[in-house]
């Protein structure tokens, strides 16, 4: 059974520090491209960070770009985010997604990376940036 599972989440202070973690179970996460996405209420869930396949560069929306980093973690079945100097407008579910069919061990990161590029998602995690 395919699965992804976030993990990490939670309540932060502004200006604070989260680290997510992605663990996939029946596929690996280090050749295919990976990437995070979230969703705030009433918003269009969006990319964040996309690693692209065979480590071919990683994308960070402008909004967290210098703030977040991604990556592979050692263990060929997980994925990690960073996320520093955090803002109440961070808040939001944060979901870790991949294409397991061949697209995605061909998959090139941009600005144009959309939720429907990738068909494996974990059932997210929820950040909440607040005093």
């Known amino acids: 059974q395919v699965q992804l599972v976030e993990s990490g989440g939670g309540l932060v202070q502004p200006g604070g520090s989260l680290r997510l973690s992605c663990t996939a179970s029946g596929l690996t996460l280090d050749v295919n491209a990976v990437a995070w996405f979230r969703q705030a209420p009433g918003k269009k869930r969006e990319v964040v960070s996309c690693?692209?396949?065979?480590?071919?560069?990683?994308y960070y929306a402008d909004t967290v770009k210098g703030r977040f980093a991604a990556s592979r973690g050692n263990a060929k079945n997980t994925l990690y985010l960073q996320m520093n100097l955090l803002k109440p407008e961070d808040t939001a579910v944060y979901y870790c997604?991949?294409?397991?069919?061949?697209?995605?061990?061909?998959?090139?990161?941009?600005?144009?990376?959309?939720?429907?590029?990738?068909?494996?998602w974990g059932q997210g995690t929820q950040v909440t940036v607040s005093s």
């Open positions: 690693i692209s396949s065979r480590d071919g560069g990683t």
């Open positions: 997604a991949t294409d397991v069919g061949p697209g995605g061990a061909y998959y090139w990161c941009s600005g144009t990376t959309e939720p429907s590029d990738f068909d494996t």
